[in-house]
């Protein structure tokens, strides 16, 4: 069995919830209110923010012991519906609630691509518990993308001279979006998967104002190998001067020193 903590006892980075749709969190707010449960979790698009007006989901966990009884969870979800009209004045918006106990919640957010992490990872979580359950999954997200960022730059270096373009390319690319990633994560804010270095790079200026982000090579020559561009011949090819190897680790290194930075400020319990 684990070791038990105190719920409360872990600390993140709060993020900014600036795209967030704040009617979804009123709704979130309001179940919470009427339902008393250990979580309210809002996730999916409304909590990212890159949701469609009209038409994405409200997807809303619950996770909560004991269960209400029938009478108590229908009255909820009436009141839940009512609010919904009002905040989206009429509009047929679908909803999702997802009711989970503490001890399925906790078993199935300890793996990584899960309904429940991805929750924590994305998701605006209300109840006392919050920090005990988000702190660790930020810092398990955030470990995942420098271990990755590693792997890549390795696979890059180690590989040889007679490996195609397409494949260093891949790898350097890889490597400099997994660092950047890393970073946004550390920095507390929600990182999408974005295939544009350049914009990659002003997420995380955005997050950590503190940080110094700039690639020693130019943003571009990462992205012509990004999963979108896949089918796009490369303007400059990674191979076509010998320097890009070295210069990319070194964009690896700066990224993963940003992101490790910002992990020595989390105050999590035993450091």
């Known amino acids: 069995m684990p070791e038990q903590k105190e719920p409360g006892a872990e600390w993140r980075p709060r993020r900014s919830f600036a795209n967030t749709d704040q009617r979804a969190v009123r709704l979130t707010e309001l179940l919470h209110q009427a339902r008393k449960p250990h979580l309210t979790i809002l996730f999916g698009s409304r909590a990212r923010g890159d949701y469609a007006e009209g038409h994405s989901d409200v997807d809303i966990m619950l996770v909560e012991d004991p269960l209400p009884d029938s009478k108590a969870a229908e009255e909820s979800v009436m009141a839940f519906r009512k609010a919904k009209a009002e905040l989206y004045r009429g509009q047929d918006i679908k909803y999702d609630l997802i009711v989970r106990t503490m001890e399925e919640f906790r078993e199935k957010s300890r793996f990584v691509n899960t309904l429940e992490t991805l929750a924590l990872n994305d998701g605006y979580v209300l109840g006392d518990e919050a920090e005990y359950h988000v702190g660790p999954a930020r810092m398990k997200k955030t470990n995942g993308h420098i271990r990755w960022a590693n792997r890549h730059a390795e696979y890059l270096e180690k590989s040889e001279r007679s490996n195609s373009d397409d494949y260093e390319g891949g790898q350097a690319y890889l490597a400099v979006q997994n660092a950047l990633m890393a970073a946004v994560n550390a920095a507390g804010e929600w990182c999408p998967e974005i295939h544009d270095i350049e914009m990659l790079l002003e997420l995380a200026r955005q997050a950590d104002p503190e940080g110094h982000y700039a690639t020693v090579l130019d943003p571009e020559i990462y992205t012509q190998y990004g999963n979108s561009r896949r089918d796009i011949p490369p303007d400059t090819p990674f191979t076509s001067q010998p ?6 680790i070194q964009d690896v290194q700066a990224a993963i020193a940003c992101a490790e930075r910002l992990k ?8």
């Not at 320097?243 to 990319?248: L, M, P």
């Not at 020595?264 to 450091?271: K, V």
Request: proline share 14%; aromatic share 8%.
């Open 243 to 248: 320097e890009h190897r070295d210069r990319t």
């Open 264 to 271: 020595a400020s989390w105050p999590l319990p035993g450091r």
